[in-house]
C-alpha cells in the first residue's frame, strides 16, 4: 500500500461537528490537504453535517461518526468503525473536543469539576490511547492535542479554574507521551489558542465584550478557526517531523512566553 502523506493518510478529528467551531475547521482543512478525514463528535447530525460539507468542496474520503470522548467503549467504537471503514491508516489525531466553563472557582461543584475534566483531559487521553497502536503498526503517527492559553495564564479569556487546570493537564499529557512515543517515531505537540471567533462563548458575551477582548490583543483581533486549522495540519505534516512536545501558541501576541 502506497502511504505516502497526505493522500493516503487518515486524520481522525473530535468535536468536528459545531458548524462556527475549531474542530469543523481542521476537518476541512485536513481534507483540503489530501488527508482522508474522520469527523468525530457527541452530536451526530452535527458530525453528518461537518462530511457532508467536506464531500461536497473536496474529493477526500470522510467518515462521520458519534462519539463521546469520556466513555472508553465509545471511543472503541470509534476505533473499531475506522479500522473496518475503508479509510487509509490513521496517521493523525487532533483531539479537538472539549468544553469551557466561566463558574468562579467558589462555585464551582465537584461535579462540574469533574465533567470539564473528563471532556478536556480524561477524552484527550482515551483518544490518543486507542489510536497509538495503530500509527506504531503503521509507521507514521502525529498527536495533536488542544489546550488553551487559560492554561498558561490562569484563565483571563472567557473560563475560569476547572478549564485552565485541565488545559493544563492536557500540556503535560502531551509532554509525557511526547516522550514516550518518540522512539517509535510519533510526534505529540500541543496547539495553545487565545480569543478564537467561535460560538463556544456564545451566549455568554456580548458585542460590546468582544470587541473589547479583541482589542486587547497585540494584533488587534481574534484568531479564525482558520489560522488554528492551518497550525494543526501542519504539525501532522512531514515538515514538521522535528517538532514534538511543545506547546504552540496561537494567540495573536496577548500572551507572550
Given amino acids: 500500500m502506497d502511504l505516502s502523506l497526505p493522500t493516503h493518510r487518515t486524520a481522525v478529528v473530535t468535536g468536528a461537528g459545531s458548524p462556527r467551531g475549531l474542530g469543523r475547521a481542521i476537518a476541512r482543512r485536513y481534507a483540503r490537504e489530501g488527508w482522508a478525514v474522520v469527523v468525530a463528535d457527541l452530536d451526530t447530525s452535527a458530525a ?48 479537538v473536543a472539549g468544553i469551557a466553563d466561566p463558574t468562579p472557582f467558589l462555585e464551582v461543584t465537584p461535579e462540574l469539576w469533574e465533567r470539564v475534566f473528563a471532556v478536556n483531559s480524561t477524552g484527550t487521553f482515551l483518544t490518543v490511547r486507542a489510536f497509538v497502536p495503530d500509527m506504531i503498526e503503521h509507521g507514521y503517527g502525529r498527536v495533536v492535542t488542544m489546550s488553551s492559553v487559560s492554561a498558561q495564564q490562569g484563565g483571563g479569556v472567557f473560563s475560569k479554574t476547572p478549564y485552565s487546570a485541565a488545559k493544563a493537564a492536557v500540556l503535560g499529557f502531551t509532554r509525557s507521551i511526547a516522550r514516550e512515543l518518540a522512539p517509535h517515531g ?6 495553545s489558542p487565545g480569543a478564537a471567533d467561535t460560538d463556544i462563548r456564545a451566549g455568554a458575551t456580548d458585542a460590546e465584550r ?26 501532522s505534516s512531514e515538515d514538521a517531523a522535528y517538532i514534538t512536545g511543545t506547546t504552540q501558541n496561537i494567540n495573536g501576541g496577548s500572551y507572550i512566553a
Fill in 186 to 191: 510519533i510526534t505529540c505537540n500541543a496547539v
Fill in 210 to 235: 468582544e470587541a473589547a477582548l479583541s482589542a486587547s490583543i497585540p494584533l488587534g483581533r481574534q484568531a479564525t478557526p482558520e489560522d488554528i486549522a492551518a497550525l494543526f495540519v501542519f504539525l
Fill in 48 to 95: 453528518d453535517s461537518t462530511a457532508a460539507l467536506i464531500a461536497e468542496e473536496s474529493e477526500a474520503l470522510v467518515l462521520a461518526h458519534q462519539v463521546d470522548v469520556t466513555s472508553v467503549d465509545s471511543v472503541e467504537a470509534l476505533r473499531t468503525a475506522v479500522v473496518a471503514s475503508e479509510l487509509p491508516p490513521v496517521g493523525a489525531v487532533a483531539t
